[in-house]
C-alpha cells in the first residue's frame, strides 16, 4: 500500500497506475495530467482536492471520500467504480464519465456536471431524482450527455 507522505503537496505528471491506495487519506493535494488509471482507491480519503486532466480510467473508487473535490478539463472516468462514493459538493467540469459505475453514490449535492459525458454510465433511480430534480442549490448540466444519450444544452442554475 501506498504512503501518500511520499506524495508531494502538488504532483504534476504523477504516474500513479495501478497503484493501491485502499482507505489512504490523500485529502488537500493537487494532480495535474497524473495518472491513477486502475488504482484501488476503495475508501479512500480524496476530499478537498483539485485534480486537472486526470486519467482515473478503471480505478476502483467504490466507497471513496471524494467530497469538495474538483475533477476539471476532461478528467478520466471511464469504466471506474464509484459505486457508495461521497460526491457531495464535486465539480466533474468535462469529465468523461462513459461507463463509470455510479449506483448507490451519494449524489445529493454534486456542485457541476457541465460538459460531462454520462454515456453508458450505471446509474440508479436515485441518481435521476436526486441530480435532475432535488439539488438544494441548483446544478449546472450545461452541454452534459446523459447515460442515455440525452444532451442537456441549456441548464446551469444556481439557486
Known amino acids: 500500500m501506498a504512503q501518500t507522505s511520499e ?7 504523477c504516474n500513479l497506475q495501478g497503484i493501491d491506495f ?16 486502475q488504482a484501488d482507491l ?10 486537472l486532466t486526470t486519467n482515473l480510467q478503471g480505478a476502483d473508487l467504490r466507497g471513496a471520500d471524494l ?3 474538483f475533477f476539471t478539463r476532461f478528467s478520466n472516468f471511464r469504466g471506474a467504480d464509484l459505486r457508495g462514493a461521497n460526491l457531495n459538493d464535486v465539480w466533474f467540469t468535462d469529465a468523461d464519465l462513459r461507463g463509470a459505475d455510479l449506483r448507490g453514490s451519494n449524489v445529493e449535492l454534486i456542485t457541476t456536471l457541465e460538459g460531462a459525458d454520462l454515456r453508458g454510465a450505471k446509474v440508479d433511480a436515485s441518481f435521476y431524482s436526486k441530480v435532475m430534480a432535488d439539488q438544494p442549490y441548483g446544478i449546472c ?9 440525452d444532451i442537456i444544452r441549456n441548464s446551469c442554475e444556481h439557486r
Open 7 to 13: 506524495l508531494p503537496m502538488t504532483c504534476p505528471g
Open 22 to 37: 485502499n482507505s489512504v487519506s490523500m485529502g488537500d493535494k493537487r494532480f495535474i495530467d497524473s495518472n491513477f488509471s
Open 42 to 51: 476503495r475508501r479512500a480519503n480524496l476530499s478537498n482536492m483539485y485534480m
Open 67 to 69: 467530497s469538495h473535490t
Open 141 to 149: 448540466l450545461l452541454n452534459t450527455t446523459l447515460p442515455n444519450g
